[in-house]
């Protein structure tokens, strides 16, 4: 469901691109923080999860790497979205 919502709100930013509504701004930031906080909650258990599977060194050493790579993408998107919701409206 959170990569739907991430499809949505792609949709919707390019709808906004035309409109240039500050209220749906407004509501995409907003339903983006939600979507990419749960995406961050996801990505973590995932990870969790890929650890007590014990595969082989080399096997483990990749997962974390996309691991971390997944979480990483998911907080820049989680503060990017934070900074829409919060920042000034000019």
Do not use: C, H, P, W
């Amino acid at each position: 469901f959170l990569i739907m919502g991430v499809i949505g709100l792609l949709i919707a930013m390019l709808i906004n691109i035309f409109l240039q509504s500050s209220a749906l701004a407004f509501a995409i930031s907003a339903i983006g923080v939600l979507v990419f906080a749960g995406l961050t909650a996801y990505d973590t258990q995932r990870i969790k999860e890929m650890y007590f599977e014990g595969d082989v060194a080399d096997v483990a050493g990749r997962k974390a790497i996309m691991g971390a790579l997944q979480l990483y993408l998911d907080f820049i998107n989680l503060f990017m979205f934070l900074l829409q919701f919060m920042g000034d409206r000019r």
